[in-house]
């Protein structure tokens, strides 16, 4: 079945440094993909999505590039700061509403001082 | 701005006991969504309701009930609460049941069966 592959966590960055959390998915059809943040203590929250081959999102700082040929959506940032600590969670849209969106397991994200 | 609230916050049951546990919102979404997230495997849907009025069975639904009580409430029912269910359960809403989109998750409820 549908599948998302995330690395796993947890990550532990200094402040200023950058960033890349890898993302892989099935390639059943052509699905939207979506980065979600989760911060202590708080639901998920979209961050960035993509919708088609090639297309970038952003937000926050933060980016993710639709790349078809190797069926990633890697989130980059360039310079995180200590308020990024938080667990991400990539997924994909297949169809149907949300019972076609599945979650990737969640990596968790630690930026010190 | 309230969002989606979920009551409550924390909860510890007993093998046995029955719950439910509310959620609601007022940014108009048609579609309510209760999912669970457990250490090391993400979220995972148990029930949806696309519309007012309907509900469908999500990845995980064995053990749980839900009503649409109306358009801004959505409940999950533990009948006979077991020590696997406990997780942080996490209700989210949606505009449309689309994948265009995004959802809106409550802040969870961290549910415990001993």
């Known amino acids: 079945g549908d599948s998302v592959t995330q690395m796993e966590g947890p990550v532990t960055l200094s402040e200023e440094a950058f960033l890349t959390i890898n993302c892989t998915y099935t390639?059943?059809?052509?699905?939207?993909l979506f980065w979600y943040v989760q911060y202590p203590g708080e639901g998920l929250q979209l961050l960035l999505k993509a919708t088609k081959a090639d297309d970038k999102g952003s937000n926050k700082g933060f980016e993710a590039t639709y790349r078809k040929e190797t069926t990633s959506f890697h989130l980059e940032k360039g310079s995180v700061q200590v308020s990024d600590s938080a667990v991400y969670f990539c997924?994909?849209?297949?169809?149907?509403?949300?019972?076609?969106?599945?979650f990737g397991k969640g990596t968790h994200l630690i930026i010190q001082p | 701005n309230a969002g989606v609230t979920q009551t409550p916050k924390f909860q510890v049951l007993k093998t046995g006991q029955s719950m439910t546990l509310q959620c609601a919102q007022d940014?108009?979404?048609?579609?309510m969504y209760w999912y669970r997230q457990d250490p090391g495997m993400g979220l995972r849907l148990i029930y949806y309701?696309?519309?007012?009025?309907?509900?469908d069975k999500g990845e995980v639904p064995n053990g749980y009930n839900v009503s649409r009580l109306n358009k801004r409430e959505f409940s999950l029912r533990l009948e006979s609460a077991a020590p696997s269910q406990t997780s942080v359960y996490f209700c989210a809403g949606s505009v449309v049941h689309s994948y265009n989109s995004p959802l809106h998750f409550g802040n969870g409820t961290r549910l415990t069966v001993t």
């Open positions: 997924a994909r849209y297949s169809g149907g509403g949300a019972d076609g969106l599945t």
């Open positions: 940014m108009n979404h048609n579609s």
């Open positions: 309701s696309a519309s007012e009025g309907t509900t």
């Open positions: 390639a059943t059809g052509y699905p939207s």
